[in-house]
C-alpha cells in the first residue's frame, strides 16, 4: 500500500460509499486547473514569441474591443465554477448530514494518539474497527489541542477540538486495512499520531466483538453500564432524582429538551449542553435552581462524561420508580443509595447530608 520510504499513497484505495464521488470532483476540479493554467502559459508563450522584438508580424490596428470574446472568457469560466460550486456543495451536504441508521463510536483525540470507544465498552487505541457496508458515526472531541480526524482511504476528515463535540460519518464498503492519521499540526509528535482503520467482513466483525476486542478477558461494561458507575462514585444522584426536586432537576429524558437559563435565555440540551452543565456548571444555571451543583470539570475525563450522558439518555421513571430503561433492577438501579432515587424525599436529611458531604469533598 505504501510507495516506498514514504510510506504514503497519493491516490489511496476507494474504500468507502463516498470516495469515488469525492475523486471525481477532486479529478475534474484538477483537470480543469492543468487545462485553464496550460491554456494561459501556451499562449503567453506563443504571443511573447510571435510579438518579440524584431519579429516582422503586422503590427498595425491592434483590437482593441471584442465583447465577443470578452462574453466568451467571462462565461465559460462562470458557468464551469457555478458547476463546480453545486457539483461540491452537493457532496459537502450529503457528507456532513449524519445517517440516521450509523453506529455511533466516540473518538478522543489526545496528544498524541486517538482513544475509541465503543457503545458496547470496547476501548481501542490507535485501531479501529468496524463492520463493512454499515455507516459509523464517529462523535468526537479533543482533550487538548486541535486534531484532525483525517481517514484517507474513506475520503473523511474532521477537526476534532477540545470542549465541543464534532462528529464524521463514513460508510466503509472494503474490507482490510487503512489509515488513521492526524491532519493538524498538533505538537512535536503529530506525526506519529497515526493509528490503523480495520474494516471487517460480517464474520470477523461478529468474531471480534465476540472476544470483546480481542484484547479484554471479560466483557467490559458498556457505556450505559460504566456511566452508571461514575454517577455513583460522583454521588450524582444526591440531587439529581426522578422528578424535578428543590436540590437539583431531573435529567430523565433531558436530551433534545429546551431548558431555560436564570437569565431567561434557552438553550436546546444537546451533548454539547449537558458536557457544560456537567463540567462548569456554573456557566449557565437552569432556571428555577441555585448555583449549587459541584464543578466537575476536570475530576470527568471526556470518556466519562460521554458515559454519563449515555446513561443519562437511559433514564427513565417508570412506575414511579427512577430506573434505568434497559437493565431495571440489575447491580446499578438496585443497589440502593444513590442510584436508585427517592422521589418522595422521604430521606431529604439524609439526602442533604450526603449532598453536604458530596459537595465538601
Ligand atoms: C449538589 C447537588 C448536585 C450534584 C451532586 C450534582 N448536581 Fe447536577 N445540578 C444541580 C443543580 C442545582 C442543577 C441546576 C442548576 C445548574 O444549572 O447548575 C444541576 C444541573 C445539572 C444539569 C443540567 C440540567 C438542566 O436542567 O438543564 C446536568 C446535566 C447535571 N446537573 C448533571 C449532573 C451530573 C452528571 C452530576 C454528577 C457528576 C451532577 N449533576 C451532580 C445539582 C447537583
Ligand atoms: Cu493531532
Same mark, same amino acid.
Given at each position: 500500500?505504501? %510507495?516506498?520510504?514514504?510510506?504514503?499513497?497519493?491516490?489511496?484505495?476507494?474504500?468507502?460509499?463516498?470516495? @469515488?464521488?469525492? *475523486? @471525481?470532483?477532486?479529478?475534474?476540479?484538477?483537470?480543469?486547473?492543468?487545462?485553464?493554467?496550460? /491554456?494561459?502559459?501556451?499562449?503567453?508563450?506563443?504571443?511573447?514569441?510571435?510579438?518579440?522584438?524584431?519579429?516582422?508580424?503586422?503590427?498595425?490596428?491592434?483590437?482593441?474591443?471584442?465583447?465577443?470574446?470578452?462574453?466568451?472568457?467571462?462565461?465559460?469560466?462562470?458557468?464551469?465554477?457555478?458547476?463546480?460550486?453545486?457539483?461540491?456543495?452537493?457532496? /459537502?451536504?450529503?457528507?456532513?448530514?449524519?445517517?440516521?441508521? @450509523?453506529?455511533?463510536?466516540?473518538?478522543?483525540?489526545?496528544?498524541?494518539? %486517538?482513544?475509541?470507544?465503543?457503545?458496547?465498552?470496547?476501548?481501542?487505541?490507535?485501531?479501529?474497527?468496524?463492520?463493512?457496508?454499515?455507516?459509523?458515526?464517529?462523535?468526537?472531541?479533543?482533550?487538548?489541542?486541535?486534531?484532525?480526524?483525517?481517514?484517507?482511504?474513506?475520503?473523511?476528515?474532521?477537526?476534532?477540538?477540545?470542549?465541543?463535540?464534532?462528529?464524521?460519518?463514513?460508510?466503509?464498503? #472494503?474490507?482490510?486495512?487503512? #489509515?488513521?492519521?492526524?491532519?493538524?499540526?498538533?505538537?512535536?509528535?503529530?506525526?506519529?499520531?497515526?493509528?490503523?482503520?480495520?474494516?471487517?467482513? *460480517?464474520?470477523? %466483525?461478529?468474531? %471480534?466483538?465476540?472476544?470483546?476486542?480481542?484484547?479484554?478477558?471479560?466483557?467490559?461494561?458498556?457505556?450505559?453500564?460504566?456511566?452508571?458507575?461514575?454517577?455513583?462514585?460522583?454521588?450524582?444522584?444526591?440531587?439529581?432524582?426522578?422528578?424535578?426536586?428543590?436540590?437539583?432537576?431531573?435529567?430523565?429524558?433531558?436530551?433534545?429538551?429546551?431548558?431555560?437559563?436564570? *437569565?431567561?435565555?434557552?438553550?436546546?440540551? *444537546?451533548?454539547?449542553?449537558?458536557?457544560?452543565?456537567? #463540567?462548569?456548571?456554573?456557566?449557565?444555571?437552569?432556571?428555577?435552581?441555585?448555583?449549587?451543583?459541584?464543578?466537575?470539570?476536570?475530576?470527568?475525563?471526556?470518556?466519562?462524561?460521554?458515559?454519563?450522558?449515555?446513561?443519562?439518555?437511559?433514564?427513565?421513571?417508570?412506575?414511579?420508580?427512577?430506573?434505568?430503561?434497559?437493565? &431495571?433492577?440489575?447491580? @446499578?438501579?438496585?443497589?440502593?443509595?444513590?442510584?436508585?432515587?427517592?422521589?418522595?424525599?422521604?430521606?431529604?436529611?439524609?439526602?442533604? &447530608?450526603? /449532598?453536604?458531604?458530596?459537595?465538601?469533598?
Amino acid at each position: 500500500m505504501g %510507495w516506498g520510504i514514504f510510506q504514503y499513497n497519493p491516490i489511496p484505495d476507494q474504500a468507502s460509499a463516498h470516495a @469515488a464521488k469525492y *475523486d @471525481a470532483l477532486f479529478w475534474t476540479i484538477s483537470i480543469l486547473t492543468v487545462v485553464f493554467t496550460l /491554456f494561459v502559459v501556451l499562449l503567453i508563450l506563443f504571443y511573447a514569441i510571435k510579438y518579440r522584438r524584431g519579429t516582422k508580424v503586422d503590427r498595425r490596428n491592434p483590437m482593441t474591443h471584442h465583447n465577443g470574446l470578452e462574453a466568451l472568457m467571462m462565461g465559460v469560466p462562470l458557468i464551469l465554477a457555478l458547476g463546480i460550486f453545486g457539483w461540491s456543495a452537493k457532496q /459537502f451536504v450529503e457528507v456532513r448530514s449524519m445517517p440516521k441508521d @450509523a453506529m455511533e463510536v466516540f473518538c478522543i483525540g489526545k496528544q498524541w494518539m %486517538w482513544h475509541f470507544q465503543h457503545m458496547n465498552g470496547i476501548r481501542e487505541n490507535n485501531e479501529l474497527h468496524v463492520p463493512v457496508g454499515q455507516p459509523v458515526k464517529l462523535t468526537m472531541i479533543s482533550q487538548d489541542v486541535i486534531h484532525a480526524m483525517y481517514l484517507p482511504e474513506m475520503r473523511a476528515q474532521y477537526h476534532v477540538v477540545p470542549g465541543r463535540y464534532t462528529e464524521l460519518a463514513f460508510t466503509p464498503t #472494503k474490507p482490510g486495512r487503512y #489509515k488513521i492519521l492526524c491532519a493538524m499540526h498538533c505538537g512535536t509528535q503529530h506525526s506519529e499520531m497515526v493509528g490503523q482503520l480495520y474494516v471487517m467482513d *460480517d464474520r470477523e %466483525w461478529g468474531e %471480534w466483538l465476540e472476544k470483546g476486542g480481542n484484547k479484554y478477558k471479560d466483557k467490559p461494561l458498556n457505556m450505559v453500564e460504566a456511566g452508571a458507575q461514575v454517577w455513583k462514585d460522583k454521588g450524582c444522584g444526591n440531587c439529581h432524582t426522578g422528578l424535578d426536586n428543590p436540590r437539583a432537576p431531573s435529567l430523565v429524558g433531558i436530551l433534545g429538551k429546551t431548558r431555560t437559563m436564570t *437569565d431567561r435565555t434557552t438553550a436546546v440540551a *444537546d451533548r454539547d449542553y449537558l458536557r457544560e452543565a456537567i #463540567k462548569i456548571p456554573h456557566n449557565r444555571i437552569t432556571a428555577g435552581w441555585e448555583n449549587t451543583m459541584p464543578v466537575y470539570g476536570s475530576t470527568l475525563t471526556e470518556t466519562q462524561v460521554l458515559e454519563l450522558v449515555e446513561f443519562i439518555k437511559s433514564l427513565s421513571v417508570s412506575r414511579g420508580e427512577f430506573q434505568r430503561t434497559d437493565m &431495571a433492577g440489575s447491580t @446499578a438501579a438496585s443497589d440502593g443509595d444513590s442510584t436508585a432515587v427517592d422521589i418522595s424525599n422521604k430521606g431529604s436529611s439524609a439526602g442533604n &447530608a450526603q /449532598f453536604r458531604s458530596s459537595e465538601e469533598r
